[in-house]
């Protein structure tokens, strides 16, 4: 429950980050174009960082995250559905822009959910062990 709770408030807290960043920063403030990539390329980064801890709260069901070797499969399975939806971008019926900058910070993002997550797993886990004896 302690995992599932802490993944809940951390999507939802990323979303309205994810959010800010889209409909208020972006076309709202003047950004340098120094930081113009980082700002770009930020919803996908913390979106992607995201893919564990959504993975725990939504979809439990499915991805049942009680390992390391689940969390990985999952983090991976997440990644691939990102990088395809960035490819599908090169289509152009769908309006949107390929970027590889957008799949190396997706890369990067689910390689830090994976640490931050493992580790609360960790955590939970010797947790529970110490409660059992």
Known sequence: MYLKNISRWTVIT???????????IRPLVHIP???QPL??????????FLLPFGACWFFQRYFRLQTQRDLTFTCSFG???VIINEYLQLIPVFGRTFDYLDIFSSVIG???GHLVFGRLMGSQMAQAKQSAL
């Not at 990323?14 to 208020?24: E, V």
């Open 110 to 112: 689910v390689f830090c």
């Open 39 to 48: 700002v770009g390329f930020a919803p996908n980064l913390i979106g992607s």
């Open 33 to 35: 174009p120094l930081l």
């Open 79 to 81: 990644l691939l559905l």
């Open 14 to 24: 990323g979303t309205l980050l994810i959010w800010t960043i889209k409909f208020l």
